[in-house]
T-cell receptor, first 112, second 109 residues
C-alpha cells in the first residue's frame, strides 16, 4: 500500500512569510496527525484529526498555525507569519483501526 | 508529569556488535509502548508495539522488552549493521502520545 505522502519535502522562507504543507494519509486511515520535530528532539504533536474533526490541538500555536482536513482525507498545515523558531521538520502521520501509526517523510522548513 | 526519557543520548558501536537502548517513562494511564527507527531525513518507522501484558517482542534483529511495574523498556539490537545507524525513538501512548528525544546510534565499520 502507498505510504503517507507529504509535500513539499523542503521549504526555505524568510521570517514573517507564510507557508503551507500538504499531507495525504494512507487510504482509509481516519486519524491524521501533524507533528513538529525540532532538530535533536522527539516529535511534538501539533494537531490530531479524526476524519474531519479535531481531536486534540492543545499544543498548536493558534495565533500563527492553522490546519484543516475539510473532506476527512488530505490535510494542510499553515504557518502565518513564520518565525525563526518554526524551523523544524513537520511530520504527518496517519493511523487506521490498528495500533500502528505511519509517518510520512516530513517537510523540512528553514526560516531565515 | 508524563515523561519519556531515553538513554544514552548517543551511541557509537562497531559493526557486528550488540547494543541496548533504554527508555524510562512516567506516563499514566498506560496504553502501549512503541519503538521507532528514524533515518536521517525520513519519518519514523515503527519497529515494535507492546501493550501492558507483553514483556518482550522481536522484529528481526530488534528485541524490545517492557517492565510495566518499573516503567522501563529496552531495545536490544543484535549483530548491528551499518544500516542500523539512525535515531531510535521511544513513544508511550497514554491519553496522548508521549515521545522521547531519541537515541542516536552510529554503527561504524
Amino acid at each position: 500500500e502507498a505510504g503517507v505522502a507529504q509535500s513539499p519535502r523542503y521549504k526555505i522562507i524568510e521570517k514573517r512569510q507564510s507557508v503551507a504543507f500538504w499531507c495525504n494519509p494512507i487510504s482509509g486511515h481516519a486519524t491524521l496527525y501533524w507533528y513538529q520535530q525540532i532538530l535533536g528532539q522527539g516529535p511534538k504533536l501539533l494537531i490530531q484529526f479524526q476524519n474531519n474533526g479535531v481531536v486534540d490541538d492543545s499544543q498548536l500555536p493558534k495565533d500563527r498555525f492553522s490546519a484543516e482536513r475539510l473532506k476527512g482525507v488530505d490535510s494542510t498545515l499553515k504557518i502565518q507569519p513564520a518565525k525563526l523558531e518554526d524551523s523544524a521538520v513537520y511530520l504527518c502521520a496517519s493511523s487506521g483501526t490498528g495500533w500502528a501509526q505511519y509517518f510520512g517523510p516530513g517537510t523540512r522548513l528553514l526560516v531565515l | 508529569k508524563n515523561q519519556v526519557e531515553q538513554s544514552p543520548q548517543s551511541l557509537i558501536i562497531l559493526e557486528g556488535k550488540n547494543c541496548t537502548l533504554q527508555c524510562n517513562y512516567t506516563v499514566s494511564p498506560f496504553s502501549n509502548l512503541r519503538w521507532y527507527k528514524q533515518d536521517t531525513g525520513r519519518g519514523p518507522v515503527s519497529l515494535t508495539i507492546m501493550t501492558f501484558s507483553e514483556n518482550t517482542k522481536s522484529n528481526g534483529r530488534y528485541t524490545a522488552t517492557l517492565d510495566a511495574d518499573t516503567k522501563q523498556s529496552s531495545l536490544h539490537i543484535t549483530a548491528s549493521q551499518l544500516s542500523d545507524s539512525a535515531s531510535y525513538i521511544c513513544v508511550v501512548e497514554g491519553n496522548q502520545f508521549y515521545f522521547g528525544t531519541g537515541t542516536s546510534l552510529t554503527v561504524i565499520p
